[in-house]
Nanobody
């Protein structure tokens, strides 16, 4: 199994930027993809961005295109979400996710593709 722990949330001003961290542990050698999702109260869970392990490209969700990148520090076993030009609509709880299975590109930003989830970190933009 894989364990995921998010950190870095908090309050951010409109127009600001954030960097969230997802530290992974356990049987991480079999991970194929990692992603960030978010969920605001009363809303459905929404994809923020995803990437294939070992690949450089970030695949962003529709609502954050042009504002988000993912980076990975393998030595620190951490995936970072970098997002800029934050808006009040970005307010949500952000979750890190991972999967051992191959998700084709049309499923990479789909929550059911991921079996490992962190507990989330709250981001509030005002």
């Amino acid at each position: 199994h894989v364990q995921l722990v998010e950190s870095g949330g908090g309050s951010v001003q409109t127009g600001g930027s954030l960097r969230l961290s997802c530290m992974y542990s356990g049987r991480t050698g079999s991970m194929r993809s990692m992603a960030w999702f978010r969920q605001a109260p009363g809303e459905a869970r929404e994809a923020v961005a995803a990437k294939y392990i070992g690949a450089a490209s970030t695949w962003p969700g529709n609502s954050v295109k042009g504002r988000v990148t993912l980076s990975q520090d393998k030595a620190k076993r951490t995936l970072f979400l970098n997002m800029n030009n934050l808006k009040p609509g970005d307010t949500a709880k952000y979750y890190c996710a991972a999967t051992d299975s191959f998700a084709p590109l049309d499923r990479l930003l789909s929550a059911p593709s991921y079996e490992y989830w962190g507990h989330g970190t709250q981001v509030t933009v005002s």
